[in-house]
């Protein structure tokens, strides 16, 4: 099974709002990772999370605040944000993060629009 | 910093015609990750490389390894039109990170 979940699907949300989108994995992976993608281009990385810590945050700003509760677990808390932050937002997952060896497995993302 | 850059950048081909598109690096990998990608959902990983040279099918697909580890290709044999998507390769750039190609866009006319 290589499957990640994410949910919700769809989101619309307006600048005041406080949400959250949520990602699993079962692969027994030690690796989660957010990334934000825009029409037509290629996915950005904004977190990473290895053994449940976090490891990389690519200078995103506050208002997005993530979560990795355990294991298999990752959230992103959204709060306060702009309508260029409207996105398809991807969780991925790999077994770890070294340097070789490292297939990574995407969600099927979440379309959030900022209102 | 370093770059992914493929090419082309879009491509129309009738359907039952070979497709070939490539990924080019400013600096060596030791692993290609090829994807699809179908409007609103996430990339869907097609094949990995590991070894320069290396050639590796997965059904109609077959990606290789460059030997100078700066390029990776991806072969699609007899398209249909569910090939229809946007086609990135992908490469470590250092623990936990991966860079994403520029995506070539594929389109099947029937």
């Known amino acids: 099974d290589t499957e990640v979940t994410q949910t919700p699907k769809h989101l619309v949300m307006g600048m005041t709002n406080k949400k959250s989108l949520k990602c699993e994995q079962h692969?027994?992976?030690?690796?989660m990772y957010w990334y934000k993608q825009k029409a037509k281009k290629p996915p950005e990385l904004m977190f990473v999370y290895s053994y449940e810590k976090l490891s990389i945050n690519e200078s995103v700003p506050s208002r997005f605040s993530p979560e990795c509760p355990n294991s298999s677990l990752l959230n992103l808390h959204l709060h306060a944000l702009q309508p260029e932050d409207s996105a398809l937002y991807l969780c991925a997952s790999s077994q770890s993060g070294g340097l070789v060896y490292n297939e990574q497995f995407f969600g099927p993302g979440t379309r959030l629009t900022v209102l | 910093g370093q770059q992914l850059n493929q090419s082309p950048q879009s491509m129309f081909i009738q359907e039952g015609e070979d497709v070939s598109m490539n990924c080019t690096s400013s600096?060596?990998?030791?692993?290609w990750l090829w994807y699809k990608q179908e409007p609103g959902e996430g990339p869907v990983l097609l094949i990995a490389?590991?070894?320069?040279?290396e050639l590796t099918s997965n059904g109609r697909l077959t990606a290789q390894f460059g030997i100078t580890r700066k390029d990776s290709f991806l072969n699609i044999s007899a398209s249909i039109p569910s090939d229809v998507g946007i086609y990135f390769c992908?490469?470590?750039?250092?623990?936990?990170?991966?860079?994403f190609g520029t995506g070539t866009r594929l389109k099947v006319l029937a």
């Open positions: 992908a490469g470590p750039a250092g623990t936990y990170k991966y860079i």
């Open positions: 692969m027994g992976h030690r690796a």
């Open positions: 600096s060596i990998f030791n692993t």
């Open positions: 490389l590991y070894k320069a040279g």
